[in-house]
């Protein structure tokens, strides 16, 4: 089993003389390098493996819903003058002609202002 070390940074909350300043604190945790190693640890710590299984397929369905919750509020990368091009070929490709294409983007574009 080897022993790792890693960092974490946070900001000190309001309140307090110091609010708003980053700390950076370090910690050391284990790492198995075998499935022996593991089940030593699973067994002392008296664990199972299937709540460690649980806890994580939990905590991953928990990411991702934060993360598509998130998704709506985020600004996108793409330029909204992409967007709207990406639309208008859309259009086209379903057989929409151009100008015909671009006066449903226009409109609809100014109808959600």
């Not at 609010?19 to 910690?27: D, I, L, M, P, T």
């Not at 593991?38 to 002392?44: G, P, S």
């Not at 649980?54 to 928990?62: G, T």
Request: hydrophobic content about 40%.
């Amino acid at each position: 089993m080897q022993t790792k070390i890693a960092k974490f940074t946070f900001s000190i909350p309001e309140g307090h003389p110091s609010a708003g300043e980053k700390v950076e604190k370090s910690f050391d945790y284990s790492v198995c390098d075998n499935d022996a190693e593991a089940l030593t640890v699973i067994t002392e710590k008296k664990w199972s493996v299937v709540g460690m299984v649980n806890d994580i397929l939990k905590a991953n369905a928990r990411s991702n819903a934060y993360q598509a919750a998130l998704l709506p509020y985020r600004p996108s990368e793409v330029s909204q003058e992409d967007i709207k091009e990406r639309m208008i070929r859309d259009y086209i490709r379903l057989g929409v002609s151009e100008d015909t294409a671009r006066k449903q983007v226009e409109a609809l574009l100014a109808a959600n202002n």
